[in-house]
């Protein structure tokens, strides 16, 4: 019988991270017959975070995101570990489109994420004027890129360098900064786009490395989409985490006001007045709230502290009530087309079928992006005008809809800026010296997408129990 002590950890927050942390932990400490105690503490009388599904009359809608890819493992995985792997499903591939002076213009054919990989298509396209198309095709005769020599840069530097401005501002810019909200020339490239560096020092042209690393056509075969989703909504993941944890504490509406170690225990006072003891910690909150609940210490102090704010808006038609004069999966707005509030719109009845009921159109429009989120704080109404007004430009629509919802994420987005990585290494160190036994993962530093999360809740998992069970044989000798 296994006669180690009892020990306390408490994860703080239940978004996707937190679950995941807690979800691998569990399953651990029954593989070690490891006799401790988990806590998981949630600020919000819900788990999950931004995972936020709605289901209403036989439509399936995310207030958050909405999808993973599915090239990085561990969603899929965590997926399959929770039983819940036959309602995976893969988004429909459909073309896309970029406003360009008020006209939906097809994303060319092999672009991938702005990259041209296919020539005709891309000689061919509106997106660019004949200089924009010479001066990305540039890339095939240019040397390797002197910024990959350098220890970070901005995503929007790397790649004008490679394949000049339109390319950037037409394609590259709306495909890129919609994943984090942000300005590609203060995003760092070693931290959001990390592949197209090591693609460029492995292939020297990014174009033909994009190429080389694009799986090949098969003749007569429709290509399988990048994205999956599961077929009842993510909170669908969530619940049936929460309904697993059977051995973890799950305290919901309890927020940590203050994290303070005393010798070789951390004491966490909680807003309830209450407070807890913990041998080790694991702090999966936005970076802002982790500096406030530490103390505010100056290594903690951000490169970039203004996380941006976006909402969404979703908008249910009857079919009949909506036409889209293009056959497609919806369209992005790139920062300089004028007289736009959205910065892009899903039609998610389109990309993902099984969201909307028989002879429905569901879409789902994004507003706000870095320096413009004022829209934010618009009453709903107003950003339900501003968006249907967008939508009137570019198709024919004779009602009302039948209901909408309007999500605000303010201050969510976090931004990376150039240098975040070496930050990010350096807060490890300095949290290892000063706080040991505390653990910081989440969307503030490894990558923000549902995989990079789980990853990062995966990852202090062993990280714990090392730390805790070393602490226990120090303390036994």
């Known amino acids: 019988m296994n006669s180690a002590p009892s020990k306390h950890i408490v994860i703080i927050g239940g978004g996707i991270t937190g679950l995941s942390a807690a979800f691998y932990l569990q399953k651990e400490l029954r593989v070690k017959n490891l006799p401790w105690t ?18 209403r009359d036989g439509y399936i809608m995310e207030r958050g995101p909405d999808s993973f890819l599915s090239r990085k493992p561990s969603a899929t995985q965590l997926v399959r570990d929770v039983g819940l792997e036959r309602d995976l499903v893969r988004n429909e591939v459909g073309q896309a489109y970029i406003l360009r002076h008020g006209q939906l213009l097809p994303i060319p054919e092999g672009a991938v994420m702005g990259v041209p990989t296919e020539i005709k298509p891309f000689v061919t396209t509106s997106l660019l004027s004949p200089i924009g198309k010479m001066r990305a095709a540039a890339d095939l005769l240019l040397p390797t890129s002197k910024i990959l020599q350098e220890e970070d840069q901005s995503v929007g530097t790397f790649f ?22 942000g300005n590609i020339d203060q995003m760092s490239l070693m931290t959001t786009f990390p592949q197209f560096a090591q693609m ?3 292939h020297r ?3 033909l490395g994009m190429k080389s690393s694009r799986p090949k056509k098969q003749a007569h075969q429709k290509p399988a989409g990048i994205f999956q ?25 309890i927020s940590v006001e203050k994290i303070v170690r005393d010798r070789k225990q951390y004491t966490l006072s909680l807003q309830n007045g209450g407070q807890l003891t913990a041998d080790s910690v694991i702090l999966t909150t936005p970076h802002g709230i982790t500096r406030k609940v530490l103390g505010n210490p100056d290594f903690l102090k951000p490169l970039h ?29 790139p920062r300089g ?28 429009c994004y507003v706000g992006r870095a320096n413009e989120e004022e829209i934010v704080d618009l009453d709903d109404s107003e950003i339900v005008d501003r968006v249907i007004q967008d939508i009137k430009k570019l198709s024919n629509i004779t009602s009302e809809p039948e209901f909408h919802y309007v999500t605000r994420w303010r201050r969510a987005m976090p ?18 010296n000063q706080y040991p036994g505390l653990f910081l993962a989440g969307s503030s530093y490894a990558g923000s997408g549902i995989p990079d999360c789980i990853d990062q809740g995966k990852n202090t998992v062993t990280d714990v129990i090392d730390y805790v069970s070393s602490a226990s044989l120090s303390t036994a000798l």
Do not use: M
């Open 229 to 253: 989703t599961l077929k009842s909504g993510l909170s669908s993941l969530v619940n049936e985490i929460e309904t697993q944890l059977t051995e973890v504490n799950v305290k919901k509406g």
């Open 160 to 181: 004008r360098q490679r394949l000049g401005n339109e390319v950037v501002e037409n394609i590259i810019e709306p495909l890129l900064s919609g994943v984090y909200a």
């Open 205 to 207: 042209s990014l174009i």
């Open 337 to 364: 087309e004028e007289g736009y509030s959205i910065t892009a719109c899903t039609w998610t009845n389109k990309k993902w079928p099984h969201t909307a009921p028989p002879g429905k159109t569901l879409l789902r």
């Open 415 to 432: 931004q990376f800026v150039p240098g975040h990585k070496t930050w990010y290494s350096n807060v490890q160190k300095q949290i290892g």
């Open 305 to 333: 502290d203004r996380p941006t704010s976006v909402a969404t808006a979703i908008l249910a038609y009857p079919q009949e009530a909506i036409t889209l004069d293009k056959e497609g999966t919806g369209f992005l707005v």
């Open 200 to 202: 460029g020092k492995e």
């Open 38 to 55: 988990i806590t998981l503490l949630e600020s919000n009388h819900q788990l999950g975070g931004k995972i936020q599904t709605i289901v």
